[in-house]
């Protein structure tokens, strides 16, 4: 076990039970290990806000964006006017993004508790998500590794720099198992389930062939693993889901 650890996870989309699983088999110590979290704590899951105040309070877990925490971070005025409305929001009302979210992505029940928080909780989560990061760069053990949610998109070209790239392009383009431009870069990405690039890879975090980029979103909240790595060694971690498991053929 090493004295001071640097782990990345990804894609916990509301799996409170998983993580808090996986910080026991890691044995995460706040006061010296870090945490990164490369985008989508919240949605379709079943704990997204008390998952969001977990990471909140704990200096030492950082989260990176992914689209569902962009979502969460563009509506929440809107969730905040909602309960001042009888605690109600009305589909007329809202744009076709917010319905997209509420519907079709997994909101529902990320907004249905926020809105159950106090006031100055809601406030506390507003806060913290406008102080977000789209990509970090991290140097460890004399690797050095770029953590972005759904890598460059079409900005994935060789000299590019990650803050010239629109977000769009960091949290929602699919990713190719090789999209990484960088000669000396290690890119740790998510958004897509490992499972959906072939069974071969379902429910395991995949190193591309070059070893130069780690795809780290296992498909937990659709049944299969939640999957971490541990960058000092790359050293991998998983726990199994507790949510039923999609079938899916690819």
């Known amino acids: 076990m090493c004295d001071m650890a640097t782990y990345v996870i990804s894609d916990l989309h509301g799996s409170k039970t998983e993580f808090d699983h996986m910080l026991k088999v890691i044995d995460f110590h706040a006061e010296y290990d870090e945490m990164w979290i490369v985008g989508d704590v919240c949605d379709r899951g079943r ?37 001042s409305d009888e605690g109600t929001l009305y589909m007329p009302t809202m744009s076709d993004d917010f319905v997209t979210w509420l519907s079709y992505n997994g909101g529902l029940t990320t907004a249905d ?15 913290y998500l406008q102080e977000h990061k789209l990509y970090q760069f991290l140097e460890v053990g004399g690797t050095k590794y770029l953590l972005v ?3 460059l998109g079409s900005w994935c070209r060789a ?18 198992l090789e999209d990484n431009p960088y000669d000396d870069v290690t890119m740790i990405v998510g958004h897509m389930p490992t499972f959906l690039y072939g069974k071969e890879y379902d429910g395991k975090i995949i190193h591309g062939k070059k070893k130069s980029i780690l795809h780290i979103d296992c498909g937990c909240v659709y049944g299969r693993r939640l999957g971490c790595v541990r960058l000092e060694d790359q050293k991998e971690f998983y726990v199994p889901s507790t949510y039923p498991y999609l079938k899916v053929r690819t």
């Open 149 to 151: 949610h759904s890598g």
């Open 159 to 176: 000299g590019v720099n990650p803050a010239e790239v629109p977000e769009f392009e960091l949290i929602w383009p699919h990713i190719g």
């Open 47 to 83: 704990d997204s806000i008390p998952l969001l105040l977990e990471i909140m309070h704990c200096p030492s877990m950082h989260l990176i964006f992914g689209n569902h925490d962009v979502w969460l971070a563009r509506y929440i005025p809107e969730l905040i006017r909602g309960k």
């Open 113 to 127: 508790q926020f809105m159950d928080l106090d006031y100055p909780t809601c406030y506390d989560i507003q806060n």
